[in-house]
């Protein structure tokens, strides 16, 4: 009887092409831990647009990204997902970074956290269910999937099990049933209401108050907040759903990564080699042509044609051009060279070698001449961001070169662990506090006014409390100076509650 109607259907689809066989959808696996963890991550996602992406608040928003993790946690071991050493370890970084907006006033330094804690929060979650034990070898790939392909692949997955409990809940049937009475009345509402303002001068002037109470900029600011919220929980759901159950999107392996590598090496090394040679070969005349120009950095003397600030600034951005360029040209060829990873060939290591000396020489000139910057002129914020990228940068061209002569050297451990090391310490070392600390024990703060109108209307909160600390500005200066008001940013953190309180 099964057989004959099968063979029914069959002719059916062939005798009439419009007949199209539908696919049921198919329902996600969820259980009250996914409920659960579903209405809190909406929850956050509100939070987050307002306490973060529309107002940094310092304390709130430490107490948030804490709140964040320690759910992600309690999650991960409902699902019975065990914590490797390093998982715990990479979980303690990112309680510690998220103190970060409690104890600085900077908005930029918080920006930063925020991309921070952003991508190594998603890789905590994919390492945990991948059961990594250490930094990836192949880092890039796995920030791809646990940024991108996991929270994505899942991304409709928390608006499917709002829907599907919600045809099984008693409940949300009555709570539709009410919204659609609600909402047919409406036009009635309003006209009774028209009808009664008109009649009684009272009932205008109550029902006017209450719409003008109720529909205030303030409620339209958290309606915008709460939409954006909405793709914001699907994608911080999607990322949990999608690491823990893995109906989309598969391990990430070593030999999956070893494969899209040699794909990519389709090129012969001797065309780079070529391409290559001439800028080489135009760094060398570059060098030697200006060996003297930047030889003077080191010996602490400024070229006669040159102003300190002409100076510094012109090695900076020779430097960026560089290691751009630099970085550029030595990732393609390491990418796209036929013989290169394990296969990298002598020549290909001579060419790496040579260009990471030469980038370093440069950022090593470059840093000298910021010393002698800083000396003349004081300390800046800019200033400061700029030394800390320039070793950073000069931190990552050492390892490459290293890797050069060591190919088992763990470059992608190396770099992360440098990189947050160098992060932490421009985090918590607020910047702005030293600079005015520096600049007041070096006599760079000669005049209080000029002091107050050119270097601290750019600082926050950090800046201004040295300040008062230091004696350059006054307690009343400082208060007066109304820089949250003019910044879109709240007072709830450290510098800021110690200045207003002081």
Known sequence: MLTETNNMNTEEMLTNPETVYEKPKEKPVYGRAECVVSALVFLFAVLFMRFVVFNITGIISSLLYIAIITTAIVYLRKKEYAFSGFNKALTVVLYVFSLVFSITDNGFIKFLDCLFLFGAGAYLVFSVCSGRDSIDRYLPYALKRSVLEHPFAEFRTQSAILSDSAKDSSTSTNIKRMLLGLFLTIPVTVIVAQLLMQ??????????????????????????????????????????????????????????????????????????????????????????????????????????????????????????????????????????????????????????????????????????????????????????????????????????LIKQFNPQLYIAKWISVGFTLMFAILCFSRPEACIVKYNHAMNKLSVVEEIYMSDLRDMSDDGMLAAVNEGVLTLEQAQGYNYHGNHATDNLNISTLILENK
Not at 221 to 233: D, G, K, Y
Not at 347 to 356: E, G, P, Q, R, S
């Open 199 to 400: 009649a009684d001068d009272g009932v205008d002037r109550l029902l006017t108050g209450f719409f003008d109470s109720f529909f205030t900029d303030e409620m339209w600011i958290f309606l915008v907040q709460v939409l954006m919220a909405i793709p914001c929980s699907f994608y911080l759901f999607g990322m949990f759903y999608s690491n823990i159950y893995r109906r989309k999107v598969g391990d990430l392996t070593a030999a999956e990564c070893d494969g899209k590598l040699r794909q990519k090496r389709t090129i012969s090394n001797l065309i780079f080699y070529s391409a290559a040679a001439p800028v080489l070969i135009l760094y060398v005349i570059f060098f030697i042509s200006q060996a003297s120009y930047f030889l003077s950095a080191f010996m602490g003397r400024l070229p006669e044609e040159f102003s300190y600030a002409e100076y510094a600034r012109k090695g900076f951005f020779e430097l960026c051009w560089i290691v751009v360029i630099n970085l550029g040209i030595m990732i393609i060829m390491n990418l796209h060279s036929t013989n290169s990873g394990e296969e990298k060939s002598a020549a290909l290591k001579i060419y790496n070698v040579i260009f990471c000396v030469f980038t370093l020489i440069l950022i090593a000139t470059a840093l000298s001449k910021m010393v002698m910057y800083i000396d003349a002129y004081g300390l800046t914020k800019l200033r400061v961001y700029t030394t800390w990228f320039m070793v950073l940068c000069a931190f990552i061209f050492l390892l490459v």
